[in-house]
C-alpha cells in the first residue's frame, strides 16, 4: 500500500488526540531504549522525545513517503524503515510504543506475545489500535467489496477481524506481565468539508482496495463508497460532519 503522508495529516489534530491519550497514561517509568511501531509521519515519536530526554528512541514504519516526513522535521529519533512482522530489535526496549499500527498485522496472539518478550524486566508495552470495525463505515466497505464488479480482485484484501476483545489480550499478555490495564474510549470526531469521512478513510481503511482494484474500477468504487458514507454519516446543520470513532488501548508491564 502507498501510504500519502498529506492525506494522513489532513486531520492530525483528531488523529493524534488517541495517541496523546496513551502517552498520558505511560506510567512513571525512566526507560533508556524506546521504539515507536509504526511511527508514520513521526509526530508522536518526536513526543516521545522529548518527554523521555535521556532516552535512546527509534520510529519504525514500513512506508518511505512516511518516513520521509518523519525526518524532515528536526529531532534526535533514529528512523527505520522495517516491517513490524519481522521487527527484531537490537537492544532490548524499556519501552514499546505504538498508536493505530498493529491492527494492521495479523495473528495477535503471536504478535503480542512476541513484543512482550523483546522487553526488559519493568519494560512497558503501550498500544492504542482504532476498534472501529462494527461501525457503518468499516461494515458498508467490507459489504462492497464483496459485490460486483469488484468482488474477485478483492477477495482477502480486507480483514477487520484482526482486532481482539479486551479479555483476549488480558489472556494473551498476563503470561507476560505483572500488570494489564486495558481500556476503550469512543470519540465523537467532528468533520469539516466535503465528503470527510470519505477523506479519513481514503487515507488508512479504503488503502487496501484502492492499492488492488485498477484505475477504472478505483474510480467506480470510490464514487458508490462515497455515496454510501454520505447517507451514514449525513451532514449536520451548521455544515459539519459527526464521525463516531471507537479506540482500545492496552497498557502492560513486564
Request: proline fraction near 7%.
Amino acid at each position: 500500500m502507498a501510504w500519502n503522508p498529506d492525506l494522513y495529516e489532513r486531520y492530525r489534530a483528531l488523529r493524534e488526540r488517541p495517541g496523546q491519550d496513551l502517552l498520558s497514561a505511560l506510567p512513571d517509568i525512566m526507560p533508556d531504549t524506546i521504539t515507536d511501531l509504526g511511527c508514520g509521519t513521526g509526530y508522536l515519536t518526536r513526543q516521545l522525545a522529548d518527554r523521555f530526554a535521556a532516552a535512546t528512541v527509534t520510529g519504525l514504519d514500513s512506508d518511505a513517503a512516511m518516513l520521509a516526513k518523519a525526518a524532515g522535521a528536526a529531532s534526535r529519533v533514529f528512523w527505520r524503515q522495517g516491517d513490524i512482522g519481522e521487527w527484531q530489535p537490537e537492544a532490548r526496549p524499556d519501552l514499546i510504543f505504538s498508536n493505530a499500527a498493529l491492527h494492521w498485522l495479523p495473528d495477535h496472539a503471536g504478535l503480542f506475545a512476541r513484543l512482550a518478550g523483546f522487553l526488559t524486566p519493568g519494560g512497558v508495552l503501550a498500544v492504542q489500535m482504532p476498534d472501529n470495525f462494527a461501525a457503518p463505515s468499516h461494515r458498508l466497505l467490507a459489504d462492497m467489496a464483496g459485490r460486483e464488479p469488484w468482488r474477485e480482485v478483492l477477495t482477502g484484501a480486507l480483514d477487520h477481524g484482526t482486532v481482539l476483545r479486551p479479555d483476549e489480550y488480558w489472556r494473551i499478555l498476563r503470561p507476560y506481565c505483572r500488570s494489564i490495564d486495558i481500556w476503550h474510549s469512543d470519540y465523537l470526531q467532528v468533520l469539516e468539508g466535503e465528503d470527510p469521512v470519505l477523506d479519513w478513510v481514503s487515507a488508512t481503511a479504503l488503502l487496501p482496495v484502492t492499492s488492488r482494484l485498477p484505475p477504472h474500477q478505483a474510480i467506480s468504487f470510490h464514487a458508490a463508497y462515497g455515496a454510501a458514507l454520505r447517507d451514514a454519516y449525513p451532514v449536520e446543520a451548521d455544515g459539519s460532519t459527526l464521525f463516531p470513532f471507537r479506540r482500545i488501548f492496552i497498557l502492560a508491564r513486564i
